[in-house]
């Protein structure tokens, strides 16, 4: 389940998010099908496995520490793309933070402010390099280059006690929306993609946090009565990067087995 045959070689595609959950499914996805895979997370030992795993396809792999939230670490990865493949073709920025369970009156505002941050801020800056870095690309069959970012049926559907994370997941669908129209006549494509619930680190810290049984989070939110796995994920966001989709841009492609059409 979740795989999709495309050919990436002689691509470069760039994950952030990468050390694990849905960034390492998507970076190892991308290796599979021929990309070269540039890695950026601030878990640097999660990160450094996830390139031993997309070295394991025989393609270039390169994990660079990155704090998203910092202007200067985002430029240096975007350009170790660029330095060590030559080009940029496709990026999907997975990063994220999801940990809080209060209303919002509770909401702490040093809190609020790193969710922006990271969710919000870490998106612009991920979105804006990626832009420039691909603007030098030839305008090809598809285009200069493709990016997804990763927003949430939170983006449409809040669950309850998470003012500071669904805002971010608003602003990812706008911000996405907003890029999309405007450097579709530059030939890139930009889509956002709604994961519901996921079988990864953050989902299964979230139950636990929450004192919630995972069949019963599984029922209740998924109409397959099961969570999605990082690969249907992935196989969303290679498609979103194909020819495949070529007429598809500004989109919030829902993966959520039913949840925001229930
Ligand atoms: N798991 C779900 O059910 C679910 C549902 C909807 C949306 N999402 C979204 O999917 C994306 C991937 O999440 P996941 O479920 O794989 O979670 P995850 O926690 O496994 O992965 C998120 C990654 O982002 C990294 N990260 C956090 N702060 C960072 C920063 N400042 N700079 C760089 N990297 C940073 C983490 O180290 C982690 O490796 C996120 O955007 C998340 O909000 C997840």
Redesign the pocket.
């Known amino acids: 389940m979740g795989t999709m045959s495309v050919d990436f070689s002689s691509e470069v595609a760039l994950v952030?998010?990468a050390?694990?959950?849905?960034?390492r499914a998507i970076a190892v996805a991308f290796a599979r099908a021929g990309a070269n895979v540039v890695m950026?997370?601030?878990?640097v030992d999660?990160g450094r496995e996830t390139e031993r795993l997309v070295g394991e396809h025989g393609v270039g792999a390169v994990f660079v520490p990155?704090?998203?939230?910092d202007a200067d670490q985002v430029q240096a990865l975007v350009a170790t793309a660029v330095d060590r493949f030559g080009a940029l073709h496709n990026a999907v920025n997975?990063?994220?933070?999801?940990n809080e369970m209060v209303p919002l009156h509770e909401c702490d505002d040093d809190q609020f402010d790193r969710m922006q941050n990271?969710n919000v801020r870490?998106l612009f800056l991920c979105t804006k390099h990626e832009i420039v870095a691909m603007l030098n690309n030839d305008n090809g069959d598809d285009g200069r280059g493709r990016i997804v970012n990763?927003a949430?049926?939170?983006s449409f559907r809040p669950q309850p006690n998470q003012p500071a994370y669904t805002a971010s997941?608003h602003a990812a669908v706008g911000l996405t929306r907003s890029a999309a129209i405007d450097y579709a006549a530059h030939g890139i494509r930009i889509n956002a993609i709604c994961?519901?619930?996921?079988d990864?680190?953050?989902?299964r810290n979230a139950m636990e946090r929450r004192g919630r049984n995972a069949d019963e989070v599984a029922a209740r939110l998924s109409r397959l009565g099961r969570f999605g796995t990082?690969e249907e994920i992935a196989a969303a966001a290679l498609w979103l990067c194909s020819s495949g989709s070529s007429f598809t841009l500004g989109h919030p492609l829902a993966v959520d087995a039913g949840y925001l059409a229930s």
């Open positions: 952030t998010g050390a694990g959950g849905m960034g950026g997370d601030v878990e999660g990155t704090d998203v939230s997975a990063a994220a933070i999801e990271i870490g990763i949430s049926t939170n997941k994961p519901g619930s996921i990864t680190p953050m989902l990082p």
